[in-house]
């Protein structure tokens, strides 16, 4: 097993290689507006998942995930010309549903927000159930 440090620090690499070679360009239309986000690589060095969104609709991020995994071999490639070391490690494409999270986390905010309001609405007009004041106080005794 190999150090996590070093892990880490290919991981780095291999997503600044990708995120370059798509810059320069895919010969495949079907490839959309890609941006690599993470890329996390096992133990051993063995694994690369590479983990990525695209800008558009959703025929369009099925078009890009496939567009990639066709061009598995070439990127993976680049990054054996592109690291020191001994074996290459394999590529495995993820679309990363971050920006869906995101909007569904706002989405989420959102309504907590307008249930606040609405709840400090009834509160600033609600009236007590019993006496305002239900404690006993000494100056009511005498």
Do not use: C, W
């Not at 360009?25 to 690599?36: A, E, H, K, Q, S």
């Not at 060095?45 to 990525?52: D, E, G, I, R």
């Not at 986390?105 to 509160?123: M, Q, T, Y």
Request: aromatic share 6%; charged share 30%.
């Amino acid at each position: 097993m190999a150090d996590p440090q070093r892990a880490r620090k290919m991981a780095d690499r291999i997503k600044q290689i990708i995120a370059r070679r798509l810059e320069k360009g895919i010969r495949d239309p079907r490839l959309g507006f890609v941006t690599i986000t993470d890329v996390q690589v096992t133990g051993d060095l063995q694994h690369a998942s590479v983990f990525f969104t695209v800008y558009g609709t959703d025929e369009e991020r099925q078009d890009s995930a496939a567009a990639l995994k066709s061009a598995t071999g070439m990127l993976r490639t680049e990054v054996g010309k592109n690291i020191t070391a001994r074996l290459t490690p394999s590529l495995e494409f993820f679309l990363d549903a971050v920006p869906e999270n995101a909007a569904h986390i706002e989405g989420l905010l959102r309504e907590a927000k307008d249930r606040d309001a609405s709840n400090h609405e009834l509160a600033s007009s609600a009236d007590y159930a019993g006496d305002a004041d239900p404690y006993r106080h000494d100056d009511e005794d005498a």
